[in-house]
């Protein structure tokens, strides 16, 4: 079984600050981890995956979040807050094999960005 | 443009009556999924399918039916609706050929029962 936890339903920061989205995941086999971004009334776009290759991962928009097995976090991170990132975040877990089509995700964290 | 094609946008039901959702994908994807997303409980799996012809249950099935006969169709069949149903379903596919680990979703169908 595998599962998600992101720390904080809602976070605020000001235009230009760190942005960090916590997610925690638990998994019984090396997992397949993805964050995406949900813009009011719209689907889901992809922001970036971990696949086992490199555990810093960048994706788009300056997003960038890090694979650490120890911690079993993929947290997500962004150095300069824009206005244009408020928006709900999702992590997300797959595991392997035939189990490979079935998402587990967390519960969502909306960001808020403060002029 | 290539991605999943998701039929309603946005429906209304009675209580008691059936429809069937749509979803259609183009990139020849072996995996399809389908996603149920209420607030603050992220998106939950409904069904999912590994190919044509194959299809599980997943974290939320009960009232809900799915089929698979082609590779590109994945529709989402609703029984008899209930006020619980009401939500946004999102479908999607994947692939994970050529090292390609990315899922690609529709834009939703916002269903509400009445």
């Known amino acids: 079984a595998q599962s998600v936890t992101q720390l904080g339903s809602h976070v605020s920061v000001s235009e230009g600050a760190l942005v960090l989205l916590r997610c925690n995941y638990s998994s019984s086999v090396p997992p397949y981890l993805f964050w995406y971004v949900q813009y009011p009334n719209q689907g889901l776009q992809l922001l970036l995956k971990?696949?086992?290759?490199?555990?810093l991962v960048k994706g788009i928009n300056g997003f960038e979040a890090e694979f650490k097995k120890s911690e079993t976090s993929f947290h997500l991170t962004k150095p300069s807050a824009h206005m244009s990132d408020a928006a709900e975040y999702f992590c997300a877990v797959s595991a392997g094999g035939t189990s490979y089509g079935k998402l587990t995700f967390g519960q969502g964290t909306i960001l808020t960005v403060h002029p | 443009n290539a991605g999943v094609t998701q039929t309603p946008k946005f429906q209304v039901l009675k209580t008691g009556q059936s429809m069937t959702l749509q979803c259609a994908q183009d990139m020849n994807h072996e995996y399809m999924s389908w996603y149920r997303q209420d607030p603050g409980m992220g998106l939950r799996l409904i069904h999912y399918?590994?190919?044509?012809?194959?299809?599980d249950q997943g974290e939320v099935p009960n009232g809900y039916n799915v089929s698979r006969s082609t590779t590109e169709d994945f529709p989402l069949r609703l029984l008899s609706a209930a006020p619980s149903q009401t939500s946004v379903y999102f479908c999607?596919?994947?692939?994970?050929?050529?090292?390609?680990?990315?899922?690609?979703f529709g834009s939703g169908t916002r269903l509400t029962v009445v």
């Open positions: 999607a596919s994947s692939d994970r050929s050529r090292g390609n680990y990315g899922y690609t």
């Open positions: 399918s590994v190919g044509a012809g194959i299809t």
């Open positions: 971990y696949t086992s290759a490199a555990t």
